[in-house]
């Protein structure tokens, strides 16, 4: 392994491994923590006269031993899987990607993105490779589009989101996952100057979970970062939860550690002594961890119609931030494919009755609803639960990713400070899996960071490099392709890049800018009839009928 060493002005002596094309500076540790659920802080000292090792990756957070694995199966094609170390209280590190050509002392400074990892927020780590910064950031270099890459570890699971008002009462506060983040976002701005980058023009990058984080940073009363990008997801894909609904959760993992009879003080010490791993173990997958709306990190409960309204002041980041890019991939609830496959059997016949009942006051819409989505609209065929499945899922898409997509762009005030571009990944899974063929969740990971380009076809490579500068290019400040404006909701289509109209040319990407996307959503792949059934009850009762039948009403 070749290294380089760099004079930080602040930190002091850092050596860094050398890659092609980039220097990394891998495990930098930017918080600490003095327990696994206390409030972390940015790290603001370093050793003085010695030298901070940078070139391997740090701890992650405890996550299930299946993680990996199974994002893995989400993209349907592998990478090598990484040996992670987990650490509790070291886990809040950084990986920074830098051009080789940068020059740390030079007063032209380079723009950052940020990345947060998306996992449901329980899993994910800046060191699984497919997360690996290097290949994107050479390709930007050479195409005259350099800019400085920062990936970022943070508490996931209970350490990251588990909160009560046992918890905050003696002074546990909620969402450490959020506040981690933040912390990130701090010591970038205090410290990526020392490594060529621009303190000032720093961009946050989200997908799935990461990306409902991005979103709701835009909660912020303070400007926390200058740009935004969003993809395959959003704060509307997973509602934070109220105080309540944590109780439950709460008592949920009291319950299944075995706490439940002892005393508040003892219940908080067994909760940050208890061995990490063996906690991960006993939770099941039905406790689930989200974010709260605690009044300060995430100050109101997101919604539709709010987002959508440009008037509406609950968001300060529409205000404050230089630029959002938002869009979503046309099949991207394939992840809840492999989540949600216990609501299959029989989903034509329940799905239809918990549809009926959450539109019992508007049965017209109900059946509007199942008839667009195939569950009254065709006989029931031989494997129709597969077939409902997949209908039920193409209707999650759509409400959960596009009309979330439609609700921020139509929402984004043309009086703020910055512009919004939204795009539509509609590149296929190229490989053999059960939704080969649909542009999948994570799929849009996979060609943003070129991690898989030499395991894709010459068109999707193509595809793929397009796609990471368009990223590039608006992470610059630049112009990625026309924003949208209430006049012309533009939008980018990023594929198809596989099929008989390609085939036999030359290996060029498929793309297209369409000027009226809202007006002829077919034209960018998705579907009129979300935004129809949007205009007569709303995305948020939409919404909300989908997770009653997700709850078993």
């Given at each position: 392994?070749?290294?380089?060493?760099?004079?930080?002005p602040?930190?002091?002596?850092?050596?860094?491994?050398?890659?092609d094309?980039?220097?990394?500076?891998?495990?930098?540790?930017?918080?600490?923590?003095?327990?696994?659920?206390?409030?972390?802080?940015?790290?603001?000292?370093?050793?003085?006269?010695?030298?901070?090792?940078?070139?391997?990756?740090?701890?992650?957070?405890?996550?299930?031993q299946?993680?990996?694995?199974?994002?893995?199966?989400?993209?349907?094609?592998?990478?090598?899987?990484?040996?992670?170390?987990?650490?509790?209280?070291?886990?809040?590190?950084?990986?920074i990607?830098?051009?080789?050509?940068?020059?740390?002392?030079?007063?032209?400074?380079?723009?950052?993105f940020?990345?947060?990892?998306?996992?449901?927020?329980?899993?994910?780590?800046?060191?699984?490779?497919?997360?690996?910064?290097?290949?994107?950031?050479?390709?930007?270099?050479?195409?005259?589009?350099?800019?400085?890459?920062?990936?970022?570890?943070?508490?996931?699971?209970?350490?990251?989101?588990?909160?009560?008002?046992?918890?905050?009462?003696?002074?546990?506060?909620?969402?450490?996952?959020?506040?981690?983040?933040?912390?990130?976002?701090?010591?970038?701005?205090?410290?990526?100057?020392?490594?060529?980058?621009?303190?000032?023009?720093?961009?946050?990058?989200?997908?799935?979970?990461g990306?409902?984080?991005?979103?709701?940073?835009?909660?912020?009363?303070?400007?926390?970062?200058?740009?935004?990008?969003?993809?395959?997801?959003?704060?509307?894909?997973?509602?934070?939860?109220?105080?309540?609904?944590?109780?439950?959760?709460?008592?949920?993992?009291?319950?299944?550690?075995?706490?439940d009879?002892?005393?508040?003080?003892?219940?908080?010490?067994?909760?940050?002594?208890?061995p990490?791993?063996?906690?991960?173990?006993?939770?099941?997958?039905?406790?689930?961890?989200?974010?709260?709306?605690?009044?300060?990190?995430v100050?109101?409960?997101?919604?539709?119609?709010?987002?959508?309204?440009?008037?509406?002041?609950?968001?300060?980041?529409?205000?404050?931030?230089?630029?959002?890019?938002?869009?979503?991939s046309?099949?991207?609830?394939?992840?809840?494919?492999?989540?949600l496959?216990?609501?299959?059997?029989?989903?034509?016949?329940?799905?239809?009755?918990?549809?009926?009942?959450?539109?019992?006051?508007?049965?017209?819409?109900?059946?509007?609803?199942?008839?667009?989505?195939g569950?009254?609209?065709?006989?029931?065929?031989?494997?129709?639960?597969?077939?409902?499945?997949?209908?039920?899922?193409?209707?999650?898409?759509?409400?959960?990713?596009?009309?979330?997509?439609?609700?921020?762009?139509?929402g984004?005030?043309?009086?703020?400070?910055?512009?919004?571009?939204?795009?539509?990944?509609?590149?296929?899974?190229?490989w053999?899996?059960?939704?080969?063929?649909?542009?999948?969740?994570?799929?849009?990971?996979?060609?943003?960071?070129?991690?898989?380009?030499?395991?894709l076809?010459?068109?999707?490579?193509?595809?793929?490099?397009?796609?990471?500068?368009?990223?590039?290019?608006f992470?610059?400040?630049?112009?990625?392709?026309?924003?949208?404006?209430?006049?012309h909701?533009t939008?980018?289509?990023?594929?198809?890049?596989?099929?008989?109209?390609?085939?036999?040319?030359?290996?060029?990407?498929?793309?297209?800018?369409?000027?009226?996307?809202?007006?002829?959503?077919?034209?960018?792949?998705?579907?009129?009839?979300?935004?129809?059934?949007?205009?007569?009850?709303?995305?948020?009762?939409?919404?909300?009928?989908?997770?009653?039948?997700?709850?078993?009403?």
């Amino acid at each position: 392994m070749s290294t380089v060493t760099i004079q930080h002005p602040s930190i002091g002596e850092i050596v860094g491994r050398e890659g092609d094309g980039v220097h990394q500076f891998l495990g930098v540790q930017y918080a600490t923590l003095e327990n696994r659920l206390a409030e972390s802080k940015v790290k603001t000292s370093y050793p003085s006269g010695g030298s901070v090792d940078a070139t391997r990756h740090g701890p992650s957070s405890f996550y299930p031993q299946t993680a990996f694995d199974n994002e893995m199966s989400f993209i349907q094609q592998t990478v090598p899987k990484p040996t992670v170390v987990h650490s509790d209280l070291e886990c809040l590190n950084l990986n920074i990607t830098v051009p080789k050509k940068t020059s740390t002392t030079s007063s032209k400074k380079l723009p950052v993105f940020i990345w947060i990892h998306g996992g449901g927020f329980i899993l994910g780590a800046n060191s699984w490779p497919h997360y690996d910064h290097a290949k994107l950031v050479k390709l930007a270099s050479e195409r005259g589009v350099p800019v400085i890459g920062v990936g970022i570890n943070f508490r996931l699971g209970f350490a990251g989101l588990l909160t009560s008002e046992e918890l905050r009462s003696k002074g546990y506060k909620a969402n450490n996952q959020l506040r981690d983040q933040r912390n990130a976002f701090d010591w970038v701005k205090q410290y990526i100057s020392g490594f060529g980058g621009d303190p000032d023009n720093v961009t946050v990058i989200g997908e799935s979970a990461g990306a409902v984080a991005t979103t709701l940073h835009l909660y912020s009363e303070e400007k926390v970062y200058n740009r935004a990008i969003a993809t395959g997801g959003s704060c509307l894909l997973v509602p934070p939860c109220g105080p309540d609904a944590y109780e439950r959760v709460y008592q949920q993992v009291l319950g299944v550690l075995g706490l439940d009879s002892l005393s508040a003080d003892e219940r908080v010490e067994k909760l940050l002594s208890m061995p990490a791993d063996e906690v991960i173990a006993k939770i099941p997958p039905f406790v689930q961890f989200v974010p709260m709306v605690d009044g300060d990190m995430v100050p109101v409960k997101p919604s539709y119609a709010a987002i959508a309204d440009p008037n509406d002041a609950s968001m300060p980041g529409k205000r404050w931030a230089d630029g959002l890019m938002i869009g979503d991939s046309q099949f991207d609830a394939s992840v809840f494919g492999f989540m949600l496959g216990f609501l299959k059997p029989n989903i034509r016949q329940t799905f239809s009755k918990s549809i009926r009942n959450s539109f019992s006051s508007k049965p017209q819409v109900a059946e509007t609803l199942l008839d667009s989505y195939g569950f009254t609209s065709s006989p029931a065929a031989e494997n129709d639960d597969d077939v409902s499945f997949m209908n039920f899922l193409q209707l999650a898409t759509d409400i959960g990713y596009y009309a979330a997509t439609t609700s921020f762009v139509r929402g984004w005030p043309e009086s703020g400070a910055g512009k919004c571009y939204t795009f539509c990944f509609n590149e296929p899974n190229p490989w053999p899996g059960p939704f080969q063929g649909k542009a999948t969740h994570v799929l849009d990971v996979a060609f943003l960071f070129q991690n898989y380009n030499d395991k894709l076809g010459p068109e999707q490579k193509a595809a793929a490099e397009g796609f990471g500068l368009d990223f590039m290019k608006f992470v610059s400040g630049q112009d990625p392709w026309q924003n949208s404006t209430a006049a012309h909701r533009t939008a980018k289509v990023f594929g198809p890049s596989l099929g008989p109209s390609n085939k036999g040319t030359e290996a060029v990407a498929v793309t297209k800018v369409v000027d009226n996307a809202e007006e002829s959503p077919e034209e960018t792949g998705r579907k009129t009839t979300i935004l129809e059934l949007g205009k007569e009850v709303g995305f948020d009762m939409i919404a909300q009928a989908m997770r009653n039948f997700q709850m078993g009403m």
